[in-house]
């Protein structure tokens, strides 16, 4: 199976920054997409960013040109920087691994338990 821990969250005033890191680990064959999620209270999950193994990235409107997603393939982790935060951006941040555990698995997805960002105003 695969693991994924999160880290990096925090609270932080409106305007400053935060980056949050992903690592998976455990029975690794591959791994294709990986994304961060964030869910905060009374709203449902919604996607931040996305990055393919390709290194083709893809943003939620809302955080567009503040936030940047990025990947180091060697050490199965993704990260992501957050800029000028808003307190809208409050919200538990959840890494997500499109992966393959052996050559015969199927792709799973696979999610971390989330961390917390608040940002006060």
């Known amino acids: 199976q695969v693991q994924v821990v999160e880290s990096g969250g925090g609270l932080v005033q409106a305007g400053g920054s935060l980056r949050l890191s992903c690592a998976a680990s455990g029975n690794i064959f591959t791994i294709n997409n990986m994304a961060w999620y964030r869910q905060a209270p009374g709203k449902q999950r919604e996607l931040v960013a996305s990055?393919?193994?390709?290194?083709?990235?893809d943003y939620a409107d809302s955080v567009k040109g503040r936030f940047t997603i990025s990947r180091e393939h060697a050490k199965n982790t993704v990260y992501l920087q957050m800029n000028s935060l808003k307190p809208e951006d409050t919200a538990v941040y959840y890494c997500?691994?499109?992966?393959?555990?052996?050559?015969?698995?199927?792709?799973?997805?696979?999610w971390g338990q989330g961390t917390q960002v608040t940002v006060s105003s």
């Open positions: 997500n691994a499109d992966a393959k555990s052996s050559i015969t698995d199927w792709r799973r997805n696979y």
């Open positions: 990055i393919t193994n390709g290194e083709a990235t």
